[in-house]
């Protein structure tokens, strides 16, 4: 008879116990992600005591009462804005995938090819990757469920760093960047800073079941000009047809998930891509070349 008892104990348990997993899965707050400079190493200058002191409050709202988190917050971030001071332009990179602090090959000579265009108006810049995603299982999970969701909740923290940026430097001018999952992210920022004339974004290949409102600050590209983007068309056919004879022969590098080497013809953006060069250049001189 006990057996029995620990038996139905055991079924009925089992599924509570995947409920409150997934439940925890689905709604567990996500933690802000972090601004990190790209070859720019000057370290924390003098900053005003009310900047800080602001600095602090923003820490306090993403991670309450968690002193150490705070405290490596608000370093990071002075960090960030005591190299932006003196620039014209803060550039902040999103990549695709699960957003951690890597920058492709491909989006890399984007970037060369921005700062390279904004020097050549006569403008300073500062670039940093938005790193959304830590390492860890549990981080990953919580990364496919926010770009499932068109990120509910990872776009604010973001869009709260920019604000203060632009509102404790005055002359500064934003230039939200992102490809794939992270133009999602860029977008969504954008929405929320829609009204803050300092904010710029530029986007590639946004996955096709993403059809967020444009500004137009914003520059949305889709297609690189050779070959049409399979993710943001939507053609799943073409993308399965090819990875048909790659992934089960495929080993992913070790740390990595297997679905990130997944191949998606025509989702790659590089400077020299006809529909990329000309249309970054054309934005940029049209929002910024006669200053």
Same mark, same amino acid.
């Given at each position: 008879?006990?057996?029995k008892?620990?038996?139905?104990?055991?079924?009925?348990? @089992?599924?509570? @116990?995947i409920?409150?997993?997934?439940?925890?899965?689905l709604?567990?707050?996500?933690?802000?992600?972090?601004?990190?400079?790209?070859?720019?190493?000057?370290?924390?200058?003098?900053?005003?005591?009310?900047?800080r002191?602001?600095?602090?409050?923003?820490?306090?709202?993403?991670?309450?009462?968690?002193?150490?988190?705070?405290?490596?917050?608000?370093?990071?971030? $002075?960090?960030?804005?005591? /190299?932006?001071?003196?620039?014209?332009?803060?550039?902040?990179?999103?990549?695709?995938?699960?957003?951690?602090?890597?920058?492709?090959?491909e989006?890399?000579?984007? $970037?060369?090819?921005?700062?390279?265009? $904004?020097?050549?108006?006569?403008?300073?810049?500062?670039?940093?990757?938005?790193?959304?995603?830590?390492?860890?299982?549990l981080?990953?999970?919580?990364?496919?469920?926010?770009?499932?969701?068109?990120?509910?909740?990872? @776009?604010?923290?973001?869009?709260?760093?920019?604000?203060?940026?632009?509102?404790?430097?005055?002359?500064?001018?934003?230039?939200?960047?992102?490809?794939?999952?992270?133009?999602?992210?860029?977008?969504?920022?954008?929405?929320?800073?829609? &009204?803050?004339?300092?904010?710029?974004?530029?986007?590639?290949?946004?996955?096709?079941?993403?059809?967020?409102?444009?500004?137009?600050?914003?520059?949305?590209?889709?297609?690189?000009?050779?070959t049409?983007?399979?993710?943001?068309?939507?053609?799943?056919w073409?993308?399965?047809? /090819?990875? $048909?004879?790659?992934?089960?022969?495929?080993?992913p590098?070790?740390?990595?998930?297997?679905?990130?080497? &997944?191949?998606?013809?025509?989702?790659?953006?590089?400077?020299?891509?006809?529909g990329?060069?000309?249309?970054?250049?054309?934005?940029?001189?049209?929002?910024f070349?006669?200053?």
């Amino acid at each position: 008879m006990r057996g029995k008892v620990l038996t139905v104990s055991i079924i009925l348990a @089992a599924p509570i @116990a995947i409920c409150c997993v997934f439940s925890w899965l689905l709604f567990s707050p996500c933690p802000p992600g972090e601004l990190s400079i790209v070859n720019d190493t000057q370290g924390v200058i003098d900053v005003p005591e009310d900047v800080r002191e602001d600095a602090n409050n923003l820490a306090v709202e993403f991670f309450g009462n968690n002193p150490a988190a705070c405290q490596r917050f608000v370093d990071n971030f $002075l960090e960030v804005y005591s /190299a932006a001071e003196d620039r014209d332009f803060l550039l902040i990179f999103n990549s695709g995938g699960f957003g951690r602090k890597t920058i492709g090959p491909e989006w890399g000579t984007v $970037l060369d090819g921005i700062e390279g265009e $904004l020097e050549s108006l006569g403008y300073t810049t500062l670039l940093v990757v938005y790193v959304r995603t830590f390492d860890g299982l549990l981080d990953s999970i919580k990364e496919i469920r926010e770009q499932s969701f068109f990120y509910p909740s990872k @776009a604010k923290p973001l869009a709260s760093q920019i604000d203060f940026l632009t509102e404790h430097i005055e002359s500064i001018r934003v230039i939200v960047m992102g490809e794939s999952g992270g133009g999602i992210l860029a977008n969504e920022v954008m929405e929320i800073l829609e &009204v803050d004339p300092q904010v710029y974004s530029i986007q590639t290949g946004i996955p096709f079941l993403y059809h967020g409102a444009v500004s137009d600050r914003s520059l949305v590209i889709n297609d690189n000009g050779i070959t049409p983007d399979t993710v943001s068309t939507g053609d799943l056919w073409a993308i399965f047809r /090819a990875n $048909l004879g790659r992934l089960p022969t495929h080993r992913p590098e070790e740390g990595h998930l297997f679905f990130e080497y &997944v191949r998606a013809p025509g989702h790659i953006y590089t400077w020299d891509h006809p529909g990329v060069r000309t249309q970054i250049t054309s934005f940029l001189e049209s929002n910024f070349g006669s200053d």
